[in-house]
């Protein structure tokens, strides 16, 4: 596609429901990444996939949060057993290559809330 | 650690006029790069400009342009005739130190607000 797509743009959904977000890199790009907006926290790291290998999944702040990537494509999010704590926005970034000098282009992020 | 600080968390500036965005970081690396980004309310991160740590010049893109003070570890952004659509929240952003791909560092935002 022309850009990074992120689905579903607002979620609502209720403590203790398992959630999935998912992210529609652009065509061709090799790296992935997801980042968590929050207005504690602020913008942090979550996860890094090369093709549809993860070697840095060390933002990830639980075991109750995974993701995967399959075609060296399509990326989803899982949140288990959601707390209200994970109300956030999740923002998926693509880029052609790792190198960190390599622009990243972000999606309009996915508002989760949890209730 | 790699930390990247903003410590304006709001600021406003009349159209036309110009507007400095401030940045400081700390890191142990002898070269690193520097980003700004720019989230309007649609979310989306824009890149707006990036520098290079060995560059001594300072990047500009069109009305945006950086101060970069490698010394002093600092890294403004300075917006030239400010316009109606530059009002966003703009993040300060590094590559986090040690890490060949692009895992970022960013501050904590400067809300800027261009009034008519």
């Known amino acids: 596609g022309a850009g990074v797509s992120q689905s579903p743009s607002n979620k609502v959904t209720e403590k203790g429901k398992d959630v999935e977000l998912r992210c529609d890199p652009i065509?061709?790009?090799?790296?992935l990444y997801w980042y968590r907006q929050s207005l504690g926290q602020g913008l942090e790291f979550l996860i890094y996939f090369q093709g549809n290998s993860a070697p840095d999944k060390s933002g990830l702040p639980s075991d109750r949060f995974s993701a995967e990537r399959t075609g060296g494509s399509v990326s989803t999010l899982t949140i288990q057993r959601t707390q209200q704590e994970d109300s956030a926005v999740y923002l998926c970034?693509?880029?052609?290559?790792?190198?960190?000098?390599?622009?990243?282009?972000f999606g309009q992020g996915t508002r989760l809330t949890v209730v | 650690a790699q930390t990247v600080t903003q410590s304006q968390p709001e600021m406003s500036v009349q159209e036309a006029e110009t507007v400095t965005l401030s940045c400081t970081y700390d890191t142990s690396e002898s070269n690193y790069y520097l980003f700004w980004y720019k989230q309007p309310p649609s979310r989306q991160m824009i890149l707006v400009i990036r520098?290079?740590?060995?560059?001594?010049q300072n990047a500009t893109e069109n009305r945006f342009s950086v101060n970069f003070q490698k010394a002093a570890k600092s890294f403004s952004l300075k917006i030239s005739d400010s316009q109606l659509g530059d009002t966003a929240m703009y993040f300060c952003?590094?590559?986090?130190?040690?890490?060949?791909?692009?895992?970022?560092?960013f501050g904590q935002g400067t809300i800027l607000t261009v009034h008519p």
């Open positions: 952003a590094s590559p986090l130190p040690g890490t060949s791909y692009g895992k970022l560092t």
């Open positions: 970034a693509s880029s052609l290559t790792e190198d960190s000098l390599t622009e990243a282009f």
């Open positions: 520098q290079e740590a060995y560059k001594q």
């Open positions: 065509s061709g790009h090799t790296a």
